[in-house]
């Protein structure tokens, strides 16, 4: 399994449903633990993912080359604020895709009027304080949990044609990934075996 070259958010929608579950279900114990803010099992996950709305929310994900969701992060909306969720499979650590999804989450939520982005989790969940302090969070310390705040500008223009052209952009990307995949996947089911 091989990283994408540069992280390339993509929105989700109700069609990526069971794909969002796969996810969620490869995340081990203790990343599950980490990502929800405890234990979860299988049945929980698919409850979980059962009832995202997924026009209201905002759910991101970067693929990896088999175009399975390498990580995800779901905005969900709470009135004038939203709450991010984000898990990284494994394999896909340190590549800048968690950065990336929460840029796009932030970008999201500013182009529809939000006025705050919070993430809360588990104190000991470092990769995501690091996240949270690189874009610029406020880290609000709880013992054993934590809150990382974050004020959004109003959206402008330009920001609302750069959540346009990242989105085009990342559809035909994807388009084309798809179709590269369906071909290889002919290529192979109808290879000569050889001759005599």
């Known amino acids: ?57 905002g759910l991101f994900a970067v693929q990896d080359d088999q175009l399975r969701f390498a990580a995800v992060v779901h905005v969900a909306f709470t009135g004038p604020t939203a709450e991010l969720g984000l898990s990284v499979l494994p394999d896909f ?45 406020r880290i609000i310390p709880c013992g054993p949990e934590t809150d990382a705040r974050l004020a959004i500008d109003p959206p402008t223009s330009e920001s609302v044609v750069t959540e346009w052209v990242q989105d085009s952009h990342a559809r035909v990307v994807q388009t084309v990934r798809k179709n590269a995949l369906f071909s290889s996947a002919l290529m192979k089911m109808f290879k000569p075996t050889g001759t005599r």
Do not use: W
């Open 93 to 137: 650590r340190g590549k800048g895709m968690g950065n990336a999804l929460v840029q796009r989450a932030v970008m999201h939520l500013r182009n529809r009027g939000s006025k705050e982005v919070f993430v809360h989790c588990l104190s000991e969940n470092e990769a995501m304080m690091h996240i949270a302090r690189k874009n610029g969070m």
């Open 1 to 57: 399994m091989t990283n994408p070259t540069q992280p390339l958010p993509v929105r989700l929608r109700d069609t990526d449903r069971a794909a969002l579950e796969a996810h969620f279900l490869a995340l081990a114990g203790e990343d599950r633990r980490l990502r929800f803010g405890g234990p979860i099992a299988d049945e929980g996950l698919r409850e979980y993912v059962a009832r995202i709305d997924f026009e209201r929310d």
